[in-house]
């Protein structure tokens, strides 16, 4: 258990309370007889998402660069039209990655494992993927299981989020200071003192989107991929200095 402290003027008084921090020479003025407090705290909201948001993508491969890259523009325009066709937005699809790589084969060795020629080129691997936002999360799933069926070969994700989290942020922000002077009071109570004022707030943390699960995709024979989207929260860390007086 962390150790902290509150200083109590003139008088030095130390304490070993949790959650409670010593006042420096650096801390707002407080009146000669009064002691200052911090608090840390922390209020949570969760709220049930609305924005599901991942990656798809189609890889080809092909004898010559230019073979694969025309393959993997052919399915990947495919992809795209299905993604708008289970309507996505443009706004919502936006390229993430091109890339064109060698693919090469086995080197040659000889009866006792020595290379005696090293991997040559065979061909070329092409890649195109996109991000995704789906504003619809029932039809997620649908959304998946089209994307397969049209030719991605990679799918990523999603990660849940709130496309407007404002009113949960102001939800945890309630919470946390409500917790602070909670126990701001109930230090004063402990120590015989009275809650004065409070000096300072100072916010941390914020709200974070839920952590992706990334897997292949492996769905197209499914009739609907199922989707749990279950709760993303808002967090909010508060410092809040409280002035104690007797």
């Known amino acids: 258990m962390k150790s902290l402290k509150f200083a109590l003027a003139p008088l030095a008084l130390a304490l070993a309370m949790p959650g409670v921090a010593m006042a420096h020479s650096d801390q707002p003025a407080i009146a000669a007889t009064s002691t200052l407090l911090t608090i840390s705290s922390e209020g949570k909201s ?48 936006q390229t993430s990655q091109i890339s064109l790589n060698p693919v090469y084969g086995q080197p040659v060795v000889d009866p006792n494992g020595q290379i005696v020629q090293e991997p040559r080129i ?28 049209s030719g991605a070969n990679q799918v990523n994700g999603p990660s849940f989020e709130m496309s407007d989290p404002s009113a949960a942020m102001d939800e945890a922000r309630t919470a946390a200071m409500k917790a602070a002077r909670a126990r701001a009071e109930l230090y004063a109570k402990a120590a015989g003192l009275r809650v004065v004022r409070i000096v300072s707030i100072s916010e941390g943390g914020g709200y974070a989107p839920q952590q992706p699960v990334y897997a292949m995709a492996k769905m197209a024979d499914a009739s609907s991929s199922p ?20």
């Not at 709760?231 to 007086?245: D, K, N, P, Y």
Request: net charge positive; proline share 2%.
């Open 46 to 93: 969760a709220r049930t998402p609305d924005l599901a948001t991942f990656n798809a993508g189609v890889v080809t491969q092909g004898s010559t660069a230019s073979e694969a890259l025309a393959a993997n523009a052919a399915a990947m325009t495919k992809v795209i039209a299905t993604l708008k066709k289970a309507g996505i937005a443009d706004k919502d699809i």
């Open 122 to 149: 065979v061909g070329y691997q092409a890649t195109n993927s996109v991000n995704i936002r789906s504003r619809d999360i029932k039809g997620f799933g649908k959304v998946l299981d089209a994307l397969v069926s």
């Open 227 to 246: 989707i749990a989207a279950g709760q993303v929260e808002a967090q909010i860390s508060l410092t809040v200095q409280f002035e104690l007086a007797p």
